[in-house]
């Protein structure tokens, strides 16, 4: 028996979706278990392929006497190996033997098309790994950006979800109102997207590695374009009462769920409460789209919080002010479909894949 099959799977077939149901897949993978995610819609697929150099597989897995779960792939050709199918945040189910029984009907489709390996990335909670282990996925290395996160209860009117946000948030918005710090939400022209990018570029300096500032344009104007992003910029008057840009955001939206994924501030004192302020707008925004639940997109693994020695202890801190609970996946999956691909794939070609992407496309090949 192949990894990753099994008696449960026989029950689940996976297909590609038709005409009609790529047309309709954002509404589609919002009416998969848990709601959907913002990371298997289209807006998500047509950029990773439009500037990763992703294909994309819109998947949809008929389970009998269960709704259809429908699944975003994105997927690579690698010379004399076949494609790697990548499962964002994915894939849906209403447990761990759901989430299972759908990546099976997956593997299965994936194999059938040649493909050598499938990587997932499951929202059930971190103990749920024995169950992927078991079933003979390997871990492997993350690419959604987060693996442990808070999640933010935006639903009811927005006095309700103000007054459950944490005091300390609370706090720093209330001070940012007084310090006339105002935050808009604005257009994703080329000349906002590059404000935005600036500050990026000023928060990673010396943290982390950015990509080259074009895949964030495109990125940002293609959520818009589909009605599903959000740039939000917050300023500040200066002594002359001239307002400054002191940071700025994106968000993404996909159903009943929002997430937040870019976001910088200038590192000065006197912009204090200008995140709060910014991420309170988020809120608000998500809360009148109607959504249930915000991502705050990455913290801290739950027993490293108080780790000061983490890299994201600060940025976890902050969003913590906000819910306290943080919330840790399964983790990423690796599933080797074609044995002797996925042996020299890790051992030599994940490695030569990603330094000739850094080397030819100044880009992470992920």
């Known amino acids: ?18 005409d009609t149901e790529i047309a309709n897949w954002d509404a589609l993978c919002a009416a998969n278990p848990g709601g959907g995610e913002v990371w298997s819609g289209d807006p998500y697929l047509r950029v990773k392929c439009a500037e990763g150099g992703y294909r994309a597989h819109r998947v949809i897995v008929e389970r009998p006497g269960a709704t259809p779960v429908a699944v975003g792939v994105l997927a690579k050709r690698v010379p004399l190996l076949g494609e790697w199918w990548h499962l964002p ?11 299972l029984e759908v990546a099976a009907a997956v593997a ?3 194999r059938s098309r040649g493909a050598f390996l499938l990587k997932m990335e499951p929202r059930t909670g971190r103990d749920t790994r024995a169950a992927f282990h078991a079933a003979g996925y390997r871990d492997t290395v ?16 927005a006095e309700e979800v103000f007054k459950r946000i944490g005091k300390k948030a609370r706090n720093a918005i209330s001070r940012a109102g007084r310090d006339g710090i105002v935050v808009t939400r604005v257009a994703a022209t080329d000349e906002h997207c590059a404000a935005l990018f ?17 895949y964030y344009r495109a990125f940002w104007q293609t959520f818009e374009a589909a009605g599903a992003g959000q740039i939000f910029l917050a300023h500040r008057p200066d002594e002359s009462g001239t307002p400054q840009l002191v940071a700025g955001a994106f968000a993404m939206a996909l159903g009943q769920k929002t997430t937040y994924k ?6 000065a004192k006197s912009a204090y409460g200008a995140s709060h302020a910014l991420q309170w707008e988020v809120i608000r925004w998500a809360n009148e789209r109607g959504a249930v639940l915000h991502d705050l997109c990455g913290a801290p693994p739950s027993d490293r919080v108080d780790d000061t ?12 002010s906000f819910a306290p609970e943080i ?12 044995p002797w691909a996925f042996a020299f794939w890790g051992k030599l070609g994940d490695r030569l894949a990603r330094r000739l992407s850094l080397a030819v496309r100044k880009d992470p090949y992920y």
Do not use: C, W
């Open 327 to 338: 919330v840790d996946y399964a983790g990423a999956f690796d599933l080797p479909l074609k």
């Open 309 to 320: 020695t983490h890299p994201l202890h600060g940025v976890g801190q902050f969003k913590r």
């Open 142 to 157: 993350r690419i959604i950006p987060n693996p442990s996160t808070i999640l933010v209860d935006v639903s009811g009117t």
């Open 198 to 214: 600036r500050l990026l570029q000023e928060t990673a300096e010396g943290r982390f590695v950015l990509r080259a500032e074009s």
């Open 89 to 99: 945040a994915g894939p849906a189910g209403e447990d761990v033997a759901r989430v």
């Open 1 to 18: 028996m192949l990894p990753g099959s099994g008696t449960a799977a026989a029950s689940a077939v996976a297909r590609l979706a038709s």
């Open 108 to 110: 299965a489709l994936a």
């Open 262 to 267: 870019d976001g910088a501030s200038v590192r």
